[in-house]
Structure formats: C-alpha cells, structure tokens
C-alpha cells in the first residue's frame, strides 16, 4: 500500500532544462513533498499554455521514479514518465523496459537504446540536457556544497 499525505507539503525541487543547442526546448520542473518524499513534476514549453498544463501528478518513490525520455527525431523532444521496475515504454515501435535500477533497455534484445535516451530525473533535475549532440549532453548542476 503506499504511503501518502492527505496534504502534501511540497517545496520546490529543482528544474531540468532541454537545450537544442542555444534553442531552450523544453523546461522540466519538480516538487518533492517534505513529509512522504513524493515528486510531482511539471513540463513547461514556449507556447501558449495554461498554468496547470503540463502539470503531472505526485508520485510516491514506492510507485516508481520519474524518467525522461529524450528523442532527436523527428523532432527534438523531452518527456518525463513514470518508470517502475519491469515497466515498458514504446517509441517509435520500439519498446523498452525499465531494470530494476532504473536503467532502460531495449525490451527485444537487452541492448542500449540508441535512437532515443533516458535519464533518471532525480539524477539530473538540476542540470540540463543539450540535444544538438547524439547522444545528448548531460550536466548536473550542484546547487548546494557537499
Ligand atoms: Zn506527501
């Protein structure tokens, strides 16, 4: 069963930028709850959308972890999901699945996947991604000492 707050108390997180080079694609922010350790994210993009647009609900840490899944084509694209052990996502009719350390392989073969990327969001919440390299360009950002 999991364990919830009937309120969260949530203080911001950290945010994700998604580069294509100078072009900033994407915005992936975060909220983890202070009492359960819940994470609630929101994808924000430069368009006209609403202030709960993109908004995601929390997830409790004993359900799974956030992941983002990046793709360069057809179109330079990041999207955070919902990975639990053994779970599968499909892109571009190719499934993959997620290990039990939040890895992702290919679902058929067990190899990396190449076209597209995956990344654990606690792992890079503070950082950036720059798509114009394949694969992309990952860094994390420390925001505290130690
Ligand atoms: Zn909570």
């Known amino acids: ?3 919830t707050c009937e309120r ?3 203080v911001y997180y950290g945010c994700l930028n998604v580069y294509e080079g100078e072009l900033l694609l994407k915005v992936i922010e975060s909220w983890r709850c202070r009492r359960c350790g819940s994470i609630r994210v929101g994808v924000r993009w430069f368009d006209e959308i609403s202030s709960t647009e993109g908004l995601h609900d929390f997830l409790s840490p004993e359900d799974g972890r956030w992941l983002v899944l990046v793709t360069k084509s057809p179109h ?3 999207r955070p999901f ?3 052990p053994g779970s599968v996502i499909e892109h571009a009719g190719v499934e993959y699945v997620v290990g039990e350390d939040y890895t992702v392989r290919r679902a058929d073969e067990g190899g990396l996947p190449t076209s597209v990327a995956f990344f654990r969001l606690d792992e890079v919440i503070k950082g950036y991604i720059d798509l114009s390299t394949w694969p992309p360009t990952k860094l994390s950002l420390k925001t505290t000492q130690g």
């Open 1 to 3: 069963m999991t364990r």
């Open 8 to 10: 969260h108390d949530a």
């Open 76 to 78: 330079p694209d990041a």
């Open 82 to 84: 919902v990975g639990r």
